[in-house]
C-alpha cells in the first residue's frame, strides 16, 4: 500500500511541476504580442487534441483503478457473516453484540436515538478502519471485515455535545467464534 501511497505522490510532483511550468511559460510569454487570427487554429487544434487525450486517458483511468477498490472484496471473501445494530445516543453506542470472531463479515446497521453522530471503528493503534453517518430515523449499513483478531474501538466522529469525546465503545474481534456470538 505504501508503494502505491509513494507513486502517486511522485506523479503527483510530476503533474503539479507540470502544471507550473505551463505557468512560468505563460508568464515568461505575456509581453509578446501575436496576431491572435493565426494563432488560433492552432491552438483549437491542439485544445481538440488535449480534450480528446484527456477523455481516452480518463476512461483508462477509470477502468484501470476502479478494479482495484476494496468493496468487492467486502462482499465476497467470506461464508462467515453477523449484522450488528449499532444506535448511537448522546453520549454512548448502544450494540447488539460487541464481539465477532475475525474473518466474519459484519454489516453494521447504524442509526441514531437522538442527533447526528459519526460511527468510525479504529483499530488498536487508532487508525480508523471504516466510518459512517448514524442518523436519527434512517439507517446506514457499513460492512467491514475483521481480519485480525485484537480490541477495537467505536468512537464518535461529529461532534455531539457536552461529552461527544466520550462516546467510546469496545469491539473484541476473537479468534475463534465464542458464545456470546452464537
Ligand atoms: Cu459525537
Given at each position: 500500500m505504501n508503494e502505491i501511497q509513494d507513486s502517486v505522490f511522485i506523479l503527483s510532483l510530476v503533474l503539479m511541476a507540470m502544471?507550473?511550468?505551463?505557468?512560468?511559460?505563460?508568464?515568461?510569454?505575456?509581453?509578446?504580442?501575436?496576431?491572435?487570427?493565426?494563432?488560433q487554429p492552432n491552438a483549437y487544434r491542439l485544445r481538440r487534441i488535449l480534450f480528446g487525450v484527456i477523455v481516452v486517458g480518463g476512461i483508462f483511468a477509470t477502468i484501470g483503478t476502479t478494479r482495484s477498490l476494496?468493496?468487492?472484496v467486502q462482499h465476497n471473501r467470506n461464508a462467515q457473516q453477523a449484522a450488528i445494530n449499532v444506535e448511537g445516543k448522546q453520549w454512548y453506542w448502544g450494540l447488539s453484540q460487541d464481539s465477532v470472531a475475525k474473518d466474519t463479515e459484519v454489516t453494521?446497521?447504524?442509526?441514531?436515538g437522538d442527533v447526528n453522530h459519526g460511527f468510525g471503528i479504529y483499530d488498536s493503534d487508532l487508525r480508523l478502519l471504516a466510518q459512517t453517518q448514524a442518523m436519527p430515523g434512517y439507517t446506514n449499513k457499513l460492512v467491514h471485515t475483521f481480519d485480525r483478531p485484537g480490541n477495537y474501538q467505536l468512537m464518535c466522529l461529529e461532534y455531539c455535545g457536552l461529552v461527544h469525546h466520550g462516546m467510546i465503545a469496545n469491539f473484541t474481534v476473537t479468534e475463534t467464534v465464542t458464545h456470546s456470538e452464537l
Open positions: 502544471v507550473l511550468s505551463a505557468f512560468i511559460f505563460v508568464a515568461l510569454k505575456s509581453a509578446h504580442k501575436e496576431d491572435y487570427a493565426r494563432v476494496p468493496y468487492d453494521f446497521n447504524v442509526s441514531s
